[in-house]
Protein backbone atom coordinates (compact mmCIF):
# COMPACT_ATOMS: atom_id res chain seq x y z
CA UNK A 1 0.00 0.00 0.00
CA UNK A 2 1.65 3.50 -0.74
CA UNK A 3 0.94 6.20 0.96
CA UNK A 4 -1.34 7.79 -1.87
CA UNK A 5 -4.08 5.03 -0.99
CA UNK A 6 -4.77 6.06 2.48
CA UNK A 7 -8.20 7.74 1.91
CA UNK A 8 -10.14 9.62 4.99
CA UNK A 9 -11.36 6.51 6.55
CA UNK A 10 -7.91 5.53 7.11
CA UNK A 11 -6.60 8.81 8.44
CA UNK A 12 -9.20 8.68 11.05
CA UNK A 13 -8.74 5.03 11.64
CA UNK A 14 -4.46 6.08 12.27
CA UNK A 15 -5.57 9.15 14.27
CA UNK A 16 -7.68 7.12 16.30
CA UNK A 17 -5.35 4.19 17.27
CA UNK A 18 -2.47 7.01 17.72
CA UNK A 19 -4.29 8.42 20.95
CA UNK A 20 -5.83 4.74 22.48
CA UNK A 21 -3.92 1.61 20.80
CA UNK A 22 -6.17 -0.50 22.91
CA UNK A 23 -9.51 1.04 21.26
CA UNK A 24 -12.00 -1.83 19.99
CA UNK A 25 -12.67 -3.15 16.61
CA UNK A 26 -16.19 -2.30 17.47
CA UNK A 27 -15.39 1.21 19.38
CA UNK A 28 -12.81 2.15 16.07
CA UNK A 29 -15.56 1.31 13.31
CA UNK A 30 -18.55 3.00 15.18
CA UNK A 31 -16.43 6.35 15.89
CA UNK A 32 -15.46 6.35 11.95
CA UNK A 33 -18.97 5.12 10.78
CA UNK A 34 -17.89 1.41 9.53
CA UNK A 35 -18.79 -2.05 10.07
CA UNK A 36 -16.76 -3.83 12.50
CA UNK A 37 -15.56 -6.33 9.31
CA UNK A 38 -14.53 -3.54 6.67
CA UNK A 39 -12.90 -1.50 9.61
CA UNK A 40 -10.52 -5.06 10.55
CA UNK A 41 -10.28 -4.87 6.53
CA UNK A 42 -8.65 -1.28 6.78
CA UNK A 43 -6.26 -2.36 9.64
CA UNK A 44 -5.16 -5.55 8.51
CA UNK A 45 -4.26 -3.70 5.52
CA UNK A 46 -2.23 -0.49 6.69
CA UNK A 47 -0.55 -3.88 9.32
CA UNK A 48 0.75 -5.65 6.25
CA UNK A 49 1.72 -2.20 4.07
CA UNK A 50 4.18 -1.17 7.16
CA UNK A 51 2.24 2.06 7.62
CA UNK A 52 1.27 0.56 11.53
CA UNK A 53 4.50 -0.78 12.45
CA UNK A 54 2.97 -2.21 16.34
CA UNK A 55 1.06 -1.62 19.32
CA UNK A 56 3.03 -0.59 22.91
CA UNK A 57 1.73 0.42 26.27
CA UNK A 58 3.01 3.85 26.88
CA UNK A 59 5.03 3.60 30.35
CA UNK A 60 5.75 6.63 32.92
CA UNK A 61 9.63 6.85 33.56
CA UNK A 62 9.44 8.28 36.88
CA UNK A 63 6.74 5.78 38.10
CA UNK A 64 9.57 3.03 36.84
CA UNK A 65 12.26 5.52 38.41
CA UNK A 66 13.60 7.34 35.52
CA UNK A 67 13.69 10.15 37.03
CA UNK A 68 16.17 11.77 34.14
CA UNK A 69 15.91 11.97 30.41
CA UNK A 70 19.39 12.35 28.74
CA UNK A 71 20.26 13.61 24.83
CA UNK A 72 23.72 12.74 24.49
CA UNK A 73 25.72 13.80 21.42
CA UNK A 74 28.01 11.02 19.92
CA UNK A 75 31.17 11.56 17.84
CA UNK A 76 33.00 8.65 16.39
CA UNK A 77 36.77 8.80 15.55
CA UNK A 78 36.11 7.65 12.04
CA UNK A 79 32.97 7.30 9.97
CA UNK A 80 33.55 4.07 8.07
CA UNK A 81 30.49 1.52 7.21
CA UNK A 82 32.31 -0.84 9.63
CA UNK A 83 32.53 1.29 12.73
CA UNK A 84 29.35 2.88 11.84
CA UNK A 85 27.86 -0.51 12.15
CA UNK A 86 29.45 -1.25 15.08
CA UNK A 87 28.60 1.55 16.93
CA UNK A 88 25.06 1.08 15.95
CA UNK A 89 24.89 -2.72 16.94
CA UNK A 90 26.46 -1.67 20.71
CA UNK A 91 24.22 0.79 21.06
CA UNK A 92 20.95 -1.30 20.10
CA UNK A 93 22.00 -3.90 22.68
CA UNK A 94 22.53 -1.07 25.84
CA UNK A 95 18.87 -0.85 27.64
CA UNK A 96 19.21 2.65 28.99
CA UNK A 97 19.57 3.73 25.18
CA UNK A 98 16.14 4.52 24.30
CA UNK A 99 16.63 6.22 20.88
CA UNK A 100 19.60 6.15 18.63
CA UNK A 101 19.55 8.12 15.96
CA UNK A 102 22.34 9.10 12.88
CA UNK A 103 23.02 12.73 12.50
CA UNK A 104 24.23 15.51 10.30
CA UNK A 105 25.83 18.03 12.25
CA UNK A 106 28.67 18.37 14.23
CA UNK A 107 27.83 15.10 16.23
CA UNK A 108 27.64 11.65 14.29
CA UNK A 109 24.61 10.13 16.70
CA UNK A 110 22.02 11.60 19.02
CA UNK A 111 20.69 9.13 21.74
CA UNK A 112 18.02 9.52 24.06
CA UNK A 113 19.21 7.94 27.52
CA UNK A 114 16.86 6.79 30.37
CA UNK A 115 18.78 7.33 33.72
CA UNK A 116 17.36 7.11 37.74
CA UNK A 117 19.02 10.17 38.69
CA UNK A 118 22.74 11.92 38.53
CA UNK A 119 24.49 8.98 39.79
CA UNK A 120 22.78 6.48 37.43
CA UNK A 121 23.59 8.45 34.67
CA UNK A 122 27.39 8.96 36.07
CA UNK A 123 27.61 5.00 36.31
CA UNK A 124 25.97 4.98 32.00
CA UNK A 125 28.44 7.28 30.70
CA UNK A 126 31.12 5.39 32.55
CA UNK A 127 30.02 2.25 31.93
CA UNK A 128 28.03 2.56 28.71
CA UNK A 129 28.50 5.65 26.50
CA UNK A 130 32.27 5.84 26.50
CA UNK A 131 32.89 1.90 25.72
CA UNK A 132 30.80 2.49 23.22
CA UNK A 133 32.99 1.67 20.08
CA UNK A 134 34.86 4.16 17.85
CA UNK A 135 33.46 7.29 20.53
CA UNK A 136 35.53 9.72 20.65
CA UNK A 137 33.31 12.61 22.31
CA UNK A 138 30.17 12.42 24.55
CA UNK A 139 28.27 15.08 25.08
CA UNK A 140 25.12 15.26 27.15
CA UNK A 141 22.37 17.41 27.68
CA UNK A 142 19.80 16.65 30.64
CA UNK A 143 16.02 17.52 30.05
CA UNK A 144 14.35 19.85 33.12
CA UNK A 145 11.00 18.65 31.99
CA UNK A 146 9.05 18.10 28.24
CA UNK A 147 7.49 20.84 27.10
CA UNK A 148 5.57 18.72 24.69
CA UNK A 149 6.09 15.01 24.64
CA UNK A 150 5.96 12.63 22.17
CA UNK A 151 2.70 12.57 20.09
CA UNK A 152 1.81 10.87 17.14
CA UNK A 153 1.81 11.83 13.66
CA UNK A 154 0.24 14.55 11.95
CA UNK A 155 -2.19 12.76 10.07
CA UNK A 156 -4.31 14.98 7.47
Not at 29 to 56: F, P, T
Not at 102 to 128: F, K, N, P, Q, S
Amino acid sequence: MEITSIDDKDRALLRLLQRDGRASITALADKIALSESACRRRLDLLEKAGVIEGYHAQLSAPKLGFNLTVFVSISLGTQTERDLGAFEAAARTAPEVLECWLMTGDADYLLRVAARDVADLERIHREVLTRLPCVVRVNTAIAMRAVSPQRGLPIR
